[in-house]
């Protein structure tokens, strides 16, 4: 009865069975995944995967790994309730698992768009290997690529539809792209940069209706105009999958509400990852994020309090993305628009490229945040930068000769 019972079988679920492992604690943990596989790097699908056949799911540790660490896997094998009480978690299949402390992390599931059946063979999502399967054999066969979404995964599958020399339009309702997560200056670059590749970009746009024949979708009604659909990518966002913690009475708020322990109000309950929404010092409000980075180290604060060593999390977050011939690198968190006291600074990148530069932005002379397009080297030692709270005089950030790590010490 002292067992670890872990749920979900995605990166913040692999990340906490490896920090476990090496606490001495592996054969105390069951990991439950409803995916019928062990954890895999979910990056790729969007990216590589799609591009070849020849191309294979990525998992964090081979099968072995969890044998000898003595990790038990229920693998393809839901959990479907959680008995408080008792401190059970019930499975799919009916088997039941005691657990001293459990661990949510149950990530997100694409977002529906509403009134559109399921089941369509012509209309995908992105979130698990087995779609980015299906995705990849719908590619194969298509010759017109829409995306509804101009967020991050739905511009990555555009640029790597692109690529693959399909026609491809992206249909966003908002008046930019990717609105939520980064400056209305890198949405513009950004815009420019997919335009510019061959991309039709629609913003601002209303789905007003569909026509489906059979289980095929046939047409989009776009701003009031009928748009015939060869294949359709839904990318209009994910919602965490909050419902297990609900139906146990755990307190959510679009995500599983952890404190800085990654504790839910039962102190035999924590959750990590893209499912749970947290407090952070950098925010007015307690976030919810979506990245491999923050499961990641939400994993790395949830060993510790699990082992017993617990540590406030506190940590920079960081996200990137791979659009075409873009590497976008994003630390800390952007300001909201209008906010006062905000001042971007523009710092050339590497080699006078045009399409390589970082922005950072400033708060009350205060940097909280900088964006990094084609600019790796300046994306890390901005993390060092934001990390140790150094606020650099703008002037010399934007002199591309004066290499960042001089602005450290
Ligand atoms: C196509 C794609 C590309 C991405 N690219 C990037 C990128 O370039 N950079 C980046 O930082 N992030 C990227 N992300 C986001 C990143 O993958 C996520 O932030 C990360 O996977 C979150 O990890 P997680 O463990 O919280 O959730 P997930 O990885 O989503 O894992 C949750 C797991 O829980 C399982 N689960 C849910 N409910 C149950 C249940 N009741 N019982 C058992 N198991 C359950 C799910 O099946 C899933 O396997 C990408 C995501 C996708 C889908």
Redesign the pocket.
């Known amino acids: 009865m002292n067992s670890i019972v872990i749920?979900?079988?995605?990166?913040?679920?692999a990340q906490l069975c490896a920090g476990l492992v090496e606490a001495g604690q592996g054969a105390r943990v069951h990991l439950?995944?409803?995916?019928p596989c062990e954890?895999y790097h979910?990056?790729p699908?969007?990216k590589a995967f799609l591009k070849s056949a020849d191309e294979v799911s990525q998992p964090h540790k081979a099968a072995d790994w969890y044998r000898e660490a003595g990790i038990t896997l229920h693998l393809g094998n839901?959990?479907?309730a959680i008995d408080r009480a008792a401190r059970t978690v019930t499975l799919r299949s009916g088997e039941t698992l005691p657990y001293e402390r459990l661990v949510l992390?149950?990530?997100?599931r694409a977002r529906r768009l509403p009134g559109l059946p399921d089941g369509l063979d012509n209309v995908a999502m992105?979130?698990?290997v087995a779609e980015?399967h299906s995705l990849r054999d719908r590619l194969a066969a298509a010759q017109e690529v829409t995306v509804l979404g101009g967020g991050?995964?739905g511009l990555?599958v555009a640029a790597t539809a692109k690529a693959m020399g399909r026609t491809v339009r992206v249909i966003e309702a908002a008046p930019r792209l990717l609105g939520r997560a980064v400056s209305p200056a890198l949405s513009a670059h950004v815009l420019a940069a997919h335009r510019e590749a061959g991309i039709d970009v629609v913003l601002n746009a209303t789905i007003d209706g569909f026509a489906i024949d059979g289980t095929h979708l046939v047409e989009l009604n776009i701003d009031g105009k009928r748009q015939s659909i060869d294949l359709l990518l839904l990318g209009i966002g994910a919602v965490p999958?909050t419902a297990?913690a609900r139906a146990a009475g755990l307190d959510c708020a679009d995500g599983i509400v952890v404190d800085a322990h990654m504790q839910t109000g039962d102190p035999a309950i924590l959750a990590?990852?893209?499912?749970t929404r947290f407090p952070d010092r950098r925010a007015d409000r307690p976030l919810r994020l979506?990245?491999?980075?923050?499961?990641n180290d939400q994993a790395r604060t949830a060993v510790a309090t699990l082992t017993g060593v617990p540590k406030p999390h506190d940590v920079l977050p960081w996200?990137?993305?791979?659009q075409g011939a873009m590497r976008l690198q994003m630390a800390g968190l952007v300001p909201a628009e209008g906010t006062p006291g905000h001042v971007t600074v523009r710092r050339p990148g590497p080699g006078a490229n045009p399409n390589a530069f970082s922005l950072f932005h400033y708060v009350g002379g205060q940097l909280v945040c900088v964006e990094s397009v084609n600019a790796p080297v300046d994306h890390m030692m901005s993390r060092k930068l934001l990390e140790a709270g150094k606020s650099p005089d703008p002037a010399k950030v934007a002199d591309a000769a004066v290499p960042l790590k001089n602005l450290i010490a």
Do not use: M
Not at 8 to 13: D, I
């Open positions: 749920i979900g079988g995605g990166h913040a679920a439950v995944c409803e995916e954890p979910r990056p699908l969007s839901a959990a479907t992390a149950t990530g997100t992105l979130r698990a980015a991050f995964i990555e999958e297990l990590i990852g893209d499912c979506e990245s491999v980075q923050n499961a996200f990137w993305s791979e």
